[in-house]
């Protein structure tokens, strides 16, 4: 259990440097790195956002 908590940290941190990017300089670095800008993107950048976004869920589930 310790290394998923492991794993959902650093993607919640890479997704919320990610938008601290895109609010402040309109700079998505997921899409640079692995494809499309804002907006339209690659299916790589896709599956960040998802794990992004399940590592989210968890880290709700982890306040609990």
Partial sequence: ??????IAL?????GGLNWGLVGLFNFDL?????????GPRSTLSNIIYILV?????YGIYLLK
């Fill in 30 to 38: 997921v899409a640079a790195i692995f494809g499309g800008t804002v």
């Fill in 10 to 14: 650093v993607l919640l941190i890479i």
């Fill in 1 to 6: 259990m310790k290394t998923l908590n492991s």
């Fill in 53 to 57: 976004g399940i590592a989210a869920l």
